[in-house]
């Protein structure tokens, strides 16, 4: 055992680690019951148009008609093969993340060091950390040298906090410096220690964050509501008519059999089972659009919700900022200098000097993120001395202590023995005594500190000196050092975020900070984001209020600066308890009840932890705050086009029920049966309802308030013009196959001919709902290569049903002439051009 590692350091044995890790359980977070491939079968099973499916290819097999039962039976089947797609998919991808970040950690066992699987670590190790460690559980510090914990994902706070050796009689809480205990999932950016495990799993305190998810429960998406009632209302309208036809047909007509078959069939037209399947469809297209952006969706569904957002709820630190300290201003006691973007620029030299000397004052190859970006800074600004160094050695270090926050380090050049270079950064206050400076000159130099650190900058002074003596002494205080002025370091916001604020703006959205960080940099942060200044809470003026005054206080606040994972937690609440639809943004564990609690969480991927990813619907894995705007912007268009392919879906049901319903009552010969129903509805509308989902963006998609997620999915205007569409091609195609009958066609020809203009009317509809905002010559000139491959599908399936023998058979058609296409043909035009000439008188009514 190395010699720096105390005598208790001996660690448990085997046996006793063993034994708590069966008592204990692993050292894992609490992770939600996972979907089996069986419960989601059983799902599926449950929808009526399954069920009716099923049912009519039992009688089918019962008649022993293997061909349409096999039809039938493997139409039933599309859905529950895309459900188990989609949703397995999005779960192997979690799991593949959760695999990538499990950390490993070092432990002492019986003496030896040795490093293991972090779920394997129990109460009562004693673990080993260092720079660059990802702390594995909760642990008490009994040995630590030098050492600074990043604790951002549990408190929102980008600068790391220093740890020391001690005793903690009560429950500490993470964040402030100075403190004996580390915490699961921090990362040690500082020095190295020894700790002993006093909480893993669930009883850590990432574990309680995960705990808690599970008493959240996620509301189910809106849309999937109003679409399901829908169902339920055409199924039970439609059973109750279906069952009155069978009973009025086997009367009459004594026809029981055709009856069932008819009132089957009914049932399937009057069921808008494509509104879920289409709606599934969307979202995954939806999901898949947005994943050539580097977003991926857990929950399809939210994709659509996100459109209808009204407050964006964000972390600063690691969402609109980058994560990454740096150096954004200089200043010396007589002038200051704010960084460009570009620091190849010529530098004053009393600049270049404070450069420098904070460079000396860092570690040479740092971990700290704060002395990476003094590092770069002092490696880059070409007047200062940085480059001479090279070859120097650093000979002696002063770390932080509590009594003095400041690093102190010595440097040798090559091949002398002295003087050593002196060179000090650390708090003001610390250099301050350091230099001895007088109350005078130090009331100035806080003046622009303070200044600095209104710009939401963290702000260090720096010191330099000169040493010649032989031994060290035992305190830093004993240099005479010179003042060289200050560094202000700030976590630079990202490019893409004012942008993406003034978007949302535009959209109706409001923007909202939540961070753990102190008030002034989170104001200065929000002024660069372009944030509305609405006023700033603090966590502990939250904590005062009740629910009722927090949700009054919400709707006028867009910063809420030191707040605590629980209260992140209230801060959504009360802006739900208002109406408001939330999108909440996050990648720390301290943001993951929150996210499970929003409309929308949206967790980012290359930073978020493993309860974030999991808590969230949509993650963003390349961390960029700009694809959100493009991801509202594409929940925006999905709803619209899929308002458009509902109210095509509505329209074309009409006549699908009519002609299902007219031959039941006028005695004529059956037009569709069940075969014929499944093909048009699982099959015809689908592939046609993709091509609404290809649509591009309405003009004003981004100019428009969000919409209420109350409002129906048909409002007044749109089933309006679904029904008249509907009346108007079932009036047509009826006429087709009542004048087919009277002319004497044979009843399969005169199938063949109802069906096929059915269709070709359907296309029409599809070429007059591409765009309610643009005429048919306008919405032509939009790209979308769907609206061919679907038409030329289309054409194609009726090329098989109409050629092809087996198929012919199966729909019980006859053979069809060059006129019989024309009068089809000739019905498609003719619903095109009426609907484009009422379409300008109806747009008023179909608000999108």
């Known amino acids: 055992m190395a010699s720096d590692e105390p005598a208790r350091a001996l660690g448990l044995s085997q046996t006793e680690a063993a034994a708590r890790l069966a008592t204990e359980g692993p050292n894992e977070l609490p992770q939600r019951e996972k979907r089996t491939v069986l419960r989601i079968f059983v799902d599926v099973v449950r929808e009526p148009m399954f069920a009716l499916l099923l049912g009519a290819g039992a009688i089918y097999l019962l008649l022993g008609d293997l061909g349409e039962a096999t039809i039938l039976l493997a139409f039933?089947?599309?859905?529950?093969?895309?459900?188990?797609?989609?949703?397995?998919?999005?779960?192997?991808?979690?799991?593949?993340?959760?695999?990538?970040?499990?950390?490993?950690?070092?432990?002492?066992?019986?003496?030896?060091?040795?490093?293991?699987?972090?779920?394997?670590?129990?109460?009562?190790?004693?673990?080993?950390?260092?720079?660059?460690?990802?702390?594995?559980?909760?642990?008490?510090?009994?040995?630590?040298?030098?050492?600074?914990?990043?604790?951002?994902?549990?408190?929102?706070?980008?600068?790391?906090?220093?740890?020391?050796?001690?005793?903690?009689?009560?429950?500490?809480?993470?964040?402030?410096d100075n403190l004996p205990v580390i915490f699961s999932g921090t990362l040690i950016v500082r020095g190295h220690g020894f700790a002993e495990v006093q909480a893993t799993g669930s009883r850590s305190e990432i574990g309680k964050i995960g705990h808690a998810l599970k008493s959240i429960e996620t509301e189910p998406p809106l849309l999937r509501q109003q679409t399901r009632r829908l169902v339920r209302i055409f199924a039970v309208v439609g059973l109750l008519l279906s069952a009155a036809a069978v009973v009025l047909y086997g009367?009459?007509?004594?026809?029981?059999?055709?009856?069932?078959?008819?009132?089957?069939?009914?049932?399937?037209?009057?069921?808008?089972?494509?509104?879920?399947?289409?709606?599934?469809?969307?979202?995954?297209?939806?999901?898949?659009?947005?994943?050539?952006?580097?977003?991926?969706?857990?929950?399809?569904?939210?994709?659509?919700?996100?459109?209808?957002?009204?407050?964006?709820?964000?972390?600063?630190?690691g969402t609109l900022t980058q994560n990454q300290m740096a150096v954004?201003?200089?200043?010396?006691?007589?002038?200051?200098?704010?960084?460009?973007?570009?620091?190849?620029?010529?530098?004053?030299?009393?600049?270049?000097?404070?450069?420098?000397?904070?460079?000396?004052?860092?570690?040479?190859?740092?971990?700290?993120?704060?002395?990476?970006?003094?590092?770069?800074?002092?490696?880059?600004l070409p007047k200062t001395s940085a480059v001479r160094h090279a070859g120097w050695r650093l000979a002696h270090t002063y770390g932080l202590r509590p009594d003095l926050l400041a690093v102190t380090q010595l440097w040798q050049r090559p091949g002398r023995e002295g003087p050593y270079i002196v060179a000090a950064k650390g708090a003001l206050e610390a250099i301050a005594a350091l230099c001895r400076l007088d109350a005078g000159k130090l009331?100035?130099?806080?003046?622009?500190?303070?200044?600095?650190?209104?710009?939401?900058?963290?702000?260090?002074?720096?010191?330099?000196?000169?040493?010649?003596?032989?031994?060290?002494?035992?305190?830093?205080?004993?240099?005479?050092?010179?003042?060289?002025?200050?560094?202000?370091?700030?976590?630079?916001?990202?490019?893409?975020?004012?942008?993406?604020?003034?978007?949302?703006?535009?959209?109706?959205?409001?923007?909202?900070?939540?961070?753990?960080?102190?008030?002034?940099?989170?104001?200065?942060?929000?002024?660069?984001?372009?944030?509305?200044?609405?006023?700033?809470?603090?966590?502990?003026?939250?904590?005062?209020?009740?629910?009722?005054?927090?949700?009054?206080?919400?709707?006028?606040?867009?910063?809420?600066?030191?707040?605590?994972?629980?209260?992140?937690?209230?801060?959504?609440?009360?802006?739900?308890s208002k109406g408001e639809i939330v999108a909440m943004t996050g990648d720390g564990v301290n943001d993951a009840p929150a996210l499970k609690a929003a409309h929308i969480g949206i967790a980012m991927g290359s930073r978020g932890t493993d309860v974030a990813r999991e808590a969230s619907a949509i993650v963003l894995l390349d961390d960029d705050f700009g694809s959100i705007v493009h991801t509202i912007r594409l929940g925006r268009r999905i709803y619209d086009n899929l308002r458009k392919a509902m109210g095509y879906i509505l329209a074309v049901h009409v006549p699908i029920a009519g002609l299902s319903l007219l031959p039941l009552l006028f005695g004529w010969p059956l037009v569709f049966t069940p075969v014929h129903i499944a093909f048009l509805e699982m099959v015809i509308d689908p592939v046609c309802s993709i091509v609404f989902e290809a649509e591009t963006d309405e003009a004003d998609v981004m100019a428009r308030p969000p919409r209420d997620p109350r409002s129906p999915l048909f409002s007044p205007g749109l089933a309006g013009w679904s029904l008249v569409q509907g009346a108007f091609v079932l009036v047509l195609?009826?006429?087709?196959?009542?004048?087919?009958?009277?002319?004497?066609?044979?009843?399969?020809?005169?199938?063949?001919?109802?069906?096929?203009?059915?269709?070709?009317?359907?296309?029409?509809?599809?070429?007059?709902?591409r765009s309610f905002s643009a005429s048919l010559i306008t919405a032509l000139r939009r790209p979308n290569g769907a609206l061919w491959w679907a038409v030329g599908t289309t054409v194609v399936l009726m090329g098989v049903v109409l050629g092809w023998a087996p198929a012919t058979r199966?729909?019980?058609?006859?053979?069809?002439?060059?006129?019989?296409?024309?009068?089809?043909?000739?019905?498609?035009?003719?619903?095109?051009?009426?609907?484009?000439?009422?379409?300008?008188?109806?747009?008023r009514r179909l608000v999108l």
């Not at 989609?86 to 192997?92: D, F, P």
């Not at 201003?329 to 600049?351: G, Y």
């Not at 004048?739 to 096929?756: C, D, M, Q, S």
């Not at 729909?811 to 300008?840: W, Y």
Request: charged share 20%.
């Open 328 to 380: 954004a201003e200089l200043q010396t006691p007589d002038q200051a200098m704010r960084l460009p973007e570009d620091l190849s620029i010529e530098t004053p030299r009393p600049f270049g000097d404070l450069a420098e000397y904070a460079a000396l004052a860092s570690a040479p190859d740092p971990f700290d993120p704060m002395e990476r970006a003094i590092r770069e800074i002092g490696s880059r």
């Open 443 to 576: 009331a100035t130099i806080r003046r622009g500190a303070d200044e600095m650190a209104a710009r939401g900058m963290r702000v260090l002074g720096v010191a330099r000196g000169a040493f010649a003596g032989s031994e060290w002494p035992s305190t830093p205080r004993a240099f005479d050092l010179t003042f060289l002025g200050l560094i202000g370091l700030a976590d630079p916001l990202r490019s893409t975020v004012p942008a993406a604020v003034r978007e949302c703006r535009s959209a109706g959205i409001r923007v909202v900070m939540v961070t753990g960080d102190y008030p002034a940099t989170a104001s200065a942060i929000g002024a660069q984001a372009g944030f509305d200044a609405r006023g700033v809470i603090t966590g502990a003026e939250l904590e005062s209020m009740s629910d009722a005054a927090l949700a009054l206080q919400a709707q006028d606040t867009t910063i809420f600066a030191r707040i605590m994972p629980e209260q992140k937690l209230r801060i959504v609440n009360a802006l739900k």
């Open 810 to 843: 199966l729909f019980r058609f006859g053979p069809l002439h060059p006129d019989d296409l024309a009068i089809c043909g000739s019905a498609g035009l003719a619903t095109l051009l009426a609907f484009e000439l009422l379409k300008p008188i109806w747009r």
């Open 251 to 317: 009367l009459f007509r004594g026809a029981w059999l055709d009856g069932l078959l008819g009132g089957i069939a009914l049932s399937m037209s009057m069921l808008p089972e494509e509104f879920p399947l289409v709606l599934a469809v969307f979202m995954v297209m939806g999901a898949w659009r947005i994943s050539q952006a580097r977003v991926l969706t857990r929950r399809a569904s939210a994709i659509e919700t996100l459109g209808a957002a009204t407050v964006l709820c964000t972390d600063k630190t």
């Open 733 to 769: 195609v009826t006429t087709i196959y009542a004048l087919a009958l009277r002319n004497g066609l044979p009843e399969a020809e005169a199938r063949a001919l109802t069906f096929v203009s059915l269709v070709f009317t359907n296309i029409g509809l599809i070429f007059v709902n």
């Open 76 to 176: 039933a089947t599309t859905s529950v093969a895309i459900t188990i797609v989609q949703e397995t998919r999005s779960e192997r991808v979690l799991e593949t993340l959760r695999d990538l970040t499990s950390p490993r950690a070092l432990v002492i066992r019986q003496g030896i060091r040795k490093r293991i699987p972090g779920r394997e670590v129990v109460r009562g190790d004693v673990i080993v950390v260092a720079e660059g460690d990802r702390v594995p559980a909760d642990g008490l510090l009994f040995s630590a040298q030098d050492l600074r914990a990043d604790e951002s994902l549990l408190t929102g706070e980008s600068v790391p906090v220093h740890k020391i050796a001690g005793h903690a009689a009560v429950p500490v809480r993470p964040g402030g």
